[in-house]
């Protein structure tokens, strides 16, 4: 039986119903919302056969936990939990090169949202993370992820490094970012099957992490700080993946 799991915010719920509708179980909506696009939404919700319900923004408050809701929550089934054994499935149904987003030991849920979000802008066919010391997908996730939490294949894994591995036996080359690589991230070739590992702000990669990657890259730097947010950074990489495949 499919698991229940609290979704809010306009876009994240607006995404479960053109993505996902039959995963809709309930809507509330604030009854101190009354403008256009709570009501658009309130119709499609209609024409799905589920009735919103209209409750006071406290109640809301409560089902969000302190989130900013932008007076919608909603109550959807849960999409089945991947692991590694999925992974050659995912990249079989990739119609293009598969790129593979992996992030080992982020921890705070608005970088994994908006890691997600980089993803999906990128096309991106599946983001890993490690089972422990990593983030999971919770309503902050979904509603900072803006709905790409809703259609990005998240694969939770028990060992990143074996999980690398088995990607590198689909032959997917797998490059990782350190600060302290000698080669740029626009020196390498990424039009065939990649995946981008990410590391965790400040800490970066794990040790057997770094160790099971093809290669290493960096991103240059000209300012005084000495890295970016996990979540720019997987963005800047991700759409130099985008650029050459692109590229005429």
């Known amino acids: 039986m499919s698991q229940k799991v609290t979704v809010f915010g306009l876009h994240a719920v607006r995404s479960i119903i053109k993505n996902h509708p039959d995963r809709l179980v309930e809507l509330y909506v604030s009854k101190e919302r009354q403008d256009e696009p709570v009501k658009a939404l309130v119709n499609q919700v209609n024409q799905l056969g589920i009735r919103p319900q209209w409750v006071p923004k406290q109640a809301l408050d409560k089902r969000a936990e302190g989130g900013n809701h932008q007076g919608v929550v909603a109550t959807v089934k849960s999409l089945p939990t991947l692991t590694e054994n999925d992974l050659e499935g995912l990249l079989g149904q990739s119609s293009e090169s598969p790129l593979i987003l992996v992030l080992d030991g982020v921890t705070d849920p608005h970088n994994l949202g908006a890691c997600l979000r980089a993803a999906d802008a990128a096309g991106v066919t599946a983001v890993v993370v490690p089972k422990d010391k990593s983030a999971q997908i919770t309503p902050i996730v979904r509603k900072v992820a803006c709905g790409a939490a809703e259609v990005i294949p998240l694969v939770v894994v028990t060992n990143l490094a074996r999980a690398l591995r088995e990607l590198q036996r689909l032959n997917v080359w797998v490059v990782g970012t350190a600060g302290e690589a000698t080669q740029s991230y626009y020196q390498v070739d990424y039009r065939g099957p990649t995946a981008i590992v990410m590391g965790a702000e400040g800490k970066g990669m794990r040790r057997l992490t770094r160790e099971t990657c ?4 960096s991103i240059p730097l000209s300012g005084s700080v000495s890295s970016l947010n996990v979540s720019v950074a997987s963005g ?9 495949r692109h590229a005429t």
């Open 214 to 217: 093809d290669e290493l890259v």
């Open 236 to 244: 800047v990489c991700l759409f130099e993946v985008v650029r050459q």
